[in-house]
Each structure stands twice: as structure tokens, then as C-alpha cells.
């Protein structure tokens, strides 16, 4: 800023006139910067170099604890001006984002939490309510083609009563769940049709009726959108037609009674489902491309590196006062005439107004916790790999297994689809044949386990089969996991990560196929099962001299999600032999630690935490009577607050050092809601062990004992995780060679430490275990 030389402070200029100039010149600069911002991502600079002269002066009086008022240039661009606590916005203030994203609103503790309002550069908007962070309890969407929603949002997601206007003249008004229309509720298109009925995942399901505009109505059942079941078609001259409805012509039937028309009596009621809903399609909703819970505040990381273009906290006479650095309070508290306060501008750089000293003069260790960015894994399966026929015979037989013509899978199965011997023999010559395509490789023969089951299982665990497909067996090529597991079985994965392949020896086969039964009225008894997700057992067998079999099974990546895994636990509860041999150097996201390299107890909230025990219970009582033991509990932790530089910074500190018994307001309150209906991100549903919002505690183990200390003490740092979970190699029964590694590993150690032991005493000793690192925090 250019000073008139020629004039000096007290020369033609009084001090309040110069700052009343001052205000009115970064006023100006502030609107310019947001203006600038809108228009491009690459504000970061510009916003640096306009900033940068302007500093803080120093004055006094200490009250680093007080909210103050600040404008702040954070280091990767982003811009807050509003209310300020310690280390983050707090109260009413506005954030902009270098994307051109802005909330402004309410804040509790870095997060928004209140009323506010969230923009996109898209012109879409959001007003309403948030909680933790997520659009959460009443509010208006209104998206950037028109389309608008008012009513109930949770999680960022349409929850509970509302209505949406479509873009294209439509309208709906009626409940929601997990962002689809759920429950009951009136679907009205633009050319006056109407559906008023019961939905299900955004299709029609249940009872309810169709409404044309010509006088024409359905009365009836509906299933995935179309009449299926008992249904009474109208027409408006008085006709109708009775009968169980359904797409396939086979399973149609019913009665035609004609009215005061000539209508024909032969009439087809395939007409209904050609003719008559072919105009009668929903709508989508638009997808919102960032949800605000997404947008990342750059605000808990190197604070010196913030610039602060202004601050002033609140006085006790509720007068706004601005202060410096080191938190003095100005001698100029003057306001302008148009009400804005004036700003104090000196010589001084390096201005820090969020440096939380509270915890100066204890140990603060925790906050240098740092993690390494993930690498994505494995080794792509191309041409010249070794295993790249193996591959492409894989790709080849699941494309014929789930592609091939089938009845619609009942979940109500007969005894004989659980039959070992019920298994279906494929031949795949090169040339094709005529149930087979041709292909590149060599003939191999494929075999499919059980498939009226694991087609079932599919149905059960929502997969879609063209999804499943496509992942599988895709244009992109399986990626090949770089060593194999303790079991010697190979791991492969999809390239969306969706789905792990794993080779299986025949015992572990025959296991699976001994408790297929007990497993699949297990997992459908209980939809949050934590064990591990199958969706397929099949065979390759190689044509030749070499007759190689090669068995494999298709179950679900736990890991699978937006959130990158920063570390991962395989937990059993024994001690011998569980810890990695890798210096701190070596260990990367992707190193699956063991129980002695556990250093964190995971905290859940009430709702959660209680269904977590019932659910790990109503497994392992499932696995004990299987007779099924060495089974682990895989975690896969996110931390949330991670900065680009890899540092992540705790959320709180209970300076007792005790664990602490309660969330803060920044914490994922979920209380008083069935995890069930509750959904994080557009792609995953959060559920139990699935994009769960925790916190991690750390833990510090002593070292007075001989005895390895499974669980250390909690040293009350606390951080915001999201967190995966699931129970893995739920395969290994305790046979003779179980009994026999027993027997010869109980001469030389704890026979208490070693993991081949009894299920029934492997159940107890995991249970206790799992309870102690996993805590409720009401």
C-alpha cells in the first residue's frame, strides 16, 4: 500500500480517517477476491499476492480463548471471514472455497452445524439445516436445472417427508428414504398421469394406483415398478379387467368383463406393461457433484502459514475489539460511519491467530502422527503375465455363469440347491460351441458350485448382475495382489474394487460347501452380518498334459469406498506371532498390521456400538457351532483430519488422560436413528462396519510385563475416522492339522497366546478381546 510521503500521520490525516480509508480499500479487495474466485480455481495466487502486505500490529491484553472476529487467506487459497475460536470457525461466518464452493452460516467448531446455506459454482443451492456437517433436518435443494426439493434431508441425503419439483414439469410429494422415494407417496408427470401408492428404492412396490389422464386406472400390486400380483385394470367407459398380474405372458392371468363399449374381449393385458406405462417413467433426481459434509476446511493444519487479513474478538461489554498476533487488544476500537470497523495494519508478517496454546507443557507427541498417501494395489493382469489365460478363462466363465437365461431367483430355497453334488460342468473350446463364445485362450473347463445359491446370495445382497459383470468381467483387467496369503491362496481384485477374487484350496472348499447352508440362512437372517460377503465358488480346469485345477471364490472388498484407507488391523486376540516385522519405514497404508501393532481403541456411538454387539455375538455364535476358528477382525481406518502434507491432527485432547466419555459438538451425532436408514456418501450406504463415522483413541502399552499387553492405556487423543470392519477367513475348520499345530505349539508357548486353539474357546477369547478395543461413547 503506497503512503504519500509528503504527509506524515499526523499531517492532513487523522488516524481514524486513515483507517476508515484503509477498511474501505480491503473491503473492496475482499468482494474483488470472491468475485475472482467464482471464475477460476487458480485464486490461490492471486489472493496470496494480494494479501500478503497487510499485516496485524501488536497491542495487548492476552485472550487467546475468547471467539473473535477474523478475515482470514488460508494456505491453499480458500477465504473465512466470521466468528473464530482457537482453531476454527465458530458461530456465524462465511467460507469460500477456491472451487467456488461457500457456506455461510453457523459453526461449531470448524464444522457447520446450525442453519446456513451451501452453494455450488453450478448455481445449485442448498438452505436449510446441518448437523456435523451433513444437510441434515429441514431445507431447500435447488439444483442447476430447476429441479427443487423442500422437506426432511439426513446425511445429505432426502430423509422423511418432502416434495420435489422436477425440471421437466413433474412432481412428488410424499416420503423418503436413503435419497429415493420410500414409503408412501403421489407421483404426478406433466401430461397429468398420477401414481398414488406405496415406493420402494424409487420404484412403484406395494399397493397402490395408477391414474392416466384418458380415465384409464390400475388397482393392484406392484414389484420393481410394474403391476406384479392380484390387480384390478379400469377403463373409463366402465370395462375392467381382474387377474395376477406380471410381465412374463406365462404367469399372467385373469378375467375380462366388458362394459357399455364394443371393447374387445380378447384384449391383451401385455398392453399395460407395453403400451400404457411405456410414458409413465420417474424422473431422476439431480446428483449433487460434492456434498458440503466432503469439502475439507484447511484450517487444522499449519495455522503460520494462514494469512490473516484482519481479527477482533468479543469485549465484556459485547463490543468487537481488534486485536494482533499475540492476541493484545488494539488501542483503536473505532467504527466507521457506515457501521464497518476499521482494520489495524502494521509491519509485521507471520500472523498465526489460531495457534491453540492450550497445549503447551504436556506432551503433545500425538500431533506429529503422520501417514503415508495410499498407493493403489496390485499388479495389472496383461498380456505376458503369468496368469493372464487364468484371467481371461475367469472372465469367460462368469460372463456365461451370471449372463446365462435363468428363472428369477427366490430366496426361499430348496434343500436340494444346497447339494455338494449340484454343480455345473462348462466346456470352452477356442473355436466356441454353441453355448460358449470364442476366445484367445486355451480349452478349459469351468465348473459353477451350487449356482441357484450363490444366485440367491447375490439377490440378497443387492448386486445388480450387469454391475457384477461389468466389474468382473470388463474391459479393464483384474489386478493381481503382490504376494500371497499366509494360506498360500492368491488375491485378485477388480479394477473398481468392488470385488476380491481368492484362490481356495479343496478343503477349504469342501468347508464352504458343509456350511453353505447354515451360512446363507445366517447372513439372511441378519442383513448386518459382519462376515465376509460370497457371491460365488467356481472352478477352472485346464484342458492337457497338465489338468491344473484351479478353485476360486468371488466375495466383497470390505475397503471398497471414496474414503482412502490410511491403516488396516487384522485383529485375532492371540499374541504369539502377532506383529509385523517392518521398521516404521517400510509400513505403508496398505501393510495389514497385526494385533500387537494395534495401538488405538475404536469409539462408537451408543446406537451403533450396541448393534455392533449383538451383531459380533450372532457371528461368532454362528462360526462356534461350524466348528470354525483363525478368523479375524479386518479394520480399515480413514482419518478425516489429514492434511495434504500427510500430518493428522487430533480433535481432542482430554487433559484428565483419561478416555473420555462423550463426543463434542464436532463429533457424528447419530443418536435417537437406526443405523439401518442412514447413508454417508451416494455410492455406500453407511451400515454396520461400512463408512461408519468413529473415533480413534490412541493408546500407549507398558512394558513391565513379560506378557505381551494386548490393549494399552488410553491416552485420551482422540481422532475422526471413518471406519471399515468385517470378520475374514471364516473358512478354516478345526481339523486334524489345527489340533495337531495345537498340540505342538502348546509345548513352547502359552497355549492362551497361540491362535489354533478350540472355536469354542477361540469365540471367547476373540469376543473379550474385540470388546475391549472397540468402546461405546454415549
Sequence with gaps: MKVNRGVGWGEGLTKVDTFKRMSKEINGIVKAWETTVRKSSGAKKRTNSIFTPMFVAHVDDDESAAVCQVEKILPNGDFYTGQWLQRFPHGQGKYLWTDGCMYVGEWSKGTTTGKGRF????????????????????????????????????????HGQGTESYPNGDFYDGEWKKGLHNGH???????????????KNGVFCGNGTMMWSNGNRYDGCWEEGLPKGNGTFRWGDGSFYVGVWSQDPKEQSGTFYPGASDRPADWDPQDVFNVELIDCQICPCEKVSIYPSQKTLSVSCGEEDNKLVSKKRIDGSGRPRWTSEDGRISNYNSECEDGAYAFDVARKSGFDASVDHSNQGRDTSLSRLRIKNPKRQGETISKGHKNYELMLNLQLGIRHSVGRPAPSASLDLKNSAFDPKEKVWTRFPPEGSKHTPPHPSCEFRWKDYCPVVFRALRKLFKVDPADYMISICGNDALRELSSPGKSGSFFYLTNDDRYMIKTMKKAEVKVFMRMLPAYYKHVRAFENTLVTRFYGLHCVKLTGSAQKKVRFVIMGNLFCSQHAIHKRFDLKGSTFGRNTDKPESEIEPTTTLKDLDLNFIFRLQKSWFQEFCRQVDRDCDFLEQERIMDYSMLVGLHFKETTSSGTVTPSRHSTSGC??????????????VDIDHLIMDPSRWIQLGVNMPARAEMTMRKSTSDTPQLVGQPTGELYEIIIFFGIIDILQDYDISKKLEHAYKSFQYDPTSISAVDPRLYSKRFRDFIFRVFVEDT
Design 119 to 158: 452453494s455450488w459454482p453450478s448455481g445449485a443451492t442448498y438452505e436449510g439445516e446441518f448437523k456435523c456437517g451433513n444437510m441434515d433436518g429441514k431445507g431447500t435443494y435447488i439444483g442447476s436445472s430447476g429441479d427443487t426439493y423442500k422437506g426432511s434431508w439426513m446425511m445429505n441425503f432426502k
Design 185 to 199: 407417496g403421489r407421483y404426478q408427470w406433466k401430461n397429468g398421469n398420477q401414481y398414488i401408492g406405496q415406493w
Design 659 to 672: 478416555t473420555p466419555t462423550s463426543f463434542n459438538d464436532a463429533g457424528p451425532r447419530l443418536s435417537g
